[in-house]
């Protein structure tokens, strides 16, 4: 797990970014043998932090492999439970597919930052399982 002791008044956005983008960088593409880095679905540029209150405001766009993609609600979840499981940060977060590149996007879009959707698909064990596997560290494999 990731943990940088910062003053929360005072988050270093750019090194938060970077700490962000190590942790989903690694996320495996639920179909391909390939990580979402690997495919350019995520890169650290489509990633931004601002202060919010007394915590973070982190937003994540993410580039699915082809415009029609079925899996792209999952590879948002995937990125969620990550950020999730691992950022020792206090924040909000909003994923989202960059503008015009899915043909659902918007559906898409309300799906992955639906907090009751989330809740009920990491109920589903078979789900729960394939999002495990996709987020589980390189090093664990």
Do not use: W
């Not at 002791?5 to 593409?29: A, H, P, S």
């Not at 650290?44 to 993609?69: A, N, R």
């Amino acid at each position: 797990m990731y943990s940088k002791n910062m003053d929360k008044t005072n988050f270093d956005c750019e090194t938060l970014v970077e700490e962000i983008y190590d942790l989903v960088k690694d996320i495996r593409d639920p179909e391909l043998p390939q990580t979402l880095e690997q495919l350019d679905v995520v890169s650290e540029s489509d990633i931004s932090v601002k202060p919010f209150g007394d915590s973070l405001l982190i937003s994540i766009q993410f580039t699915p492999t082809v415009p029609h993609c079925t899996l792209a609600t999952l590879i948002g979840l995937c990125l969620r439970v990550k950020l999730e499981k691992c950022f020792q940060h206090k924040f909000k977060l909003d994923v989202n597919l960059k503008k015009g590149s899915h043909s659902t996007e918007e559906e898409v879009n309300k799906q992955i930052n639906d907090k009751e959707r989330i809740a009920a698909a990491m109920e589903n064990p078979s789900l729960r399982e394939l999002v495990e596997q996709c987020t589980k560290s390189l090093s664990d494999i």
